[in-house]
C-alpha cells in the first residue's frame, strides 16, 4: 500500500506533462497525494470492514475533495443515489492494491477487485484491469517470480508485459487497457522499487496514476525502503495516515 501511495506522490507533479529526465528529484514541494491515494486508502478501509466500497469511496472523496478526480466520478462521489456508469477509466486498477494485500486466494483477489471496480467502473475493460493489478500484487507477494507472473497476467487479461510493447505509449492515456500494461511492466523490468517508479513517471501522461499502480506491483516485488515510507507518510493528512497505519497493522496480523 505504502509503494501505491508513495508513487502517486512522487509522480503528481509531473502529471500530463511528456515525463522528465531519470535523475528528477522523487520528492518535491510541488508533490501532492491525489485521488489515487484517497480511493486507494477508501478500498483499504472498505476491506478492513464490511467491504462497503461506495459508501467508503464517497465518504473519504467528501473529506478531500479537490485530488484531482475526473468529472463523472465526483459527480457519483457527492451523489449518494448514483450508480455505475459504465467507465473505461484507470481509476479502478489505481485504487486495488489492498485487495491484493487482503485476499486470501487469487481468486479472491480477482472477485474483490471486480467489486470494488464495478460500483462505478463497471466496464469490462477497468473491471478486468483491477484484477490484473490484483492478482498480480497477490501472487508476487507470496513470492511467485516474477516471469511467472507476467505469464499468468498475458494468458488471462491478454496484455502485452514486455518492454517493447508495454512502453509504446502516446498521448494522455487515462484508459485502465492503456495504463496497466506500461505501469505494471515497469515493475516487472525494474531492478528495484525505485527504479521501477522512475520508469513510470518518465513515461510521462497520467503519471500519478503510472506511478501509483507501478508502486504498488514494485511493493509487492522489492518492498519500500523506510526512507520512502517516512517522506510519503510526511505528504498525508492525520487521518489517511491512520487508515494507512491501521492497514499494515492489519496486514502485519495476518
Known amino acids: 500500500m505504502i509503494g501505491a501511495i508513495a508513487g502517486d506522490i512522487i509522480g503528481s507533479r509531473f502529471e500530463g506533462q511528456a515525463g522528465p529526465s ?14 489515487d491515494t484517497v480511493c486507494s486508502l477508501a478500498v483499504a478501509d472498505a476491506l478492513m470492514g464490511a467491504k462497503d466500497f461506495a459508501p467508503r469511496l464517497r465518504a473519504f472523496v467528501r473529506r478531500h475533495p479537490d485530488r ?8 457519483w462521489a457527492f451523489a449518494d443515489t448514483m450508480g455505475p ?7 479502478a486498477p489505481m485504487r486495488v492494491a489492498a485487495v491484493g494485500w487482503l485476499a486470501k486466494d487469487d481468486a479472491e483477489a480477482a472477485e474483490l477487485a471486480a467489486s470494488q471496480a464495478a460500483v462505478n467502473h463497471n466496464h469490462p475493460e477497468a473491471m478486468s484491469a483491477a484484477q490484473a493489478v490484483a492478482v498480480a500484487i497477490f501472487l508476487l507477494r507470496k513470492r511467485e517470480p ?11 487479461f491478454g496484455y502485452d508485459l514486455t518492454a ?3 512502453f509504446v505509449r502516446g498521448g494522455f492515456d487515462v484508459s485502465a487497457a492503456g495504463t496497466v500494461p506500461p505501469a ?8 528495484d522499487w525505485e527504479t521501477a517508479v522512475r520508469t513510470a513517471v518518465c513515461l510521462g501522461g497520467d503519471t ?20 520512502i515510507s517516512t517522506a510519503t507518510r510526511n505528504y498525508l493528512t492525520e487521518d489517511l495516515r491512520a487508515v494507512l497505519n491501521r492497514f499494515e497493522a492489519f496486514v502485519g496480523s495476518l
Open 22 to 35: 531519470t535523475d528528477f528529484a522523487l520528492f518535491h514541494p510541488d508533490c501532492r497525494f491525489t485521488d
Open 68 to 75: 484531482g478526480y475526473g468529472g463523472m466520478f465526483i459527480d
Open 85 to 91: 456508469y459504465g467507465s473505461w477509466g484507470n481509476g
Open 146 to 156: 516474477v516471469t511467472a507472473v507476467r505469464e499468468r497476467l498475458t494468458r488471462d
Open 164 to 166: 517493447a510493447g508495454a
Open 184 to 191: 505494471v511492466a515497469a515493475a516487472f523490468e525494474a531492478a
Open 208 to 227: 500519478d496514476t503510472l506511478a501509483c499502480i507501478t508502486g504498488a506491483v514494485a511493493e509487492a516485488i522489492h518492498g519500500v525502503t523506510a526512507e
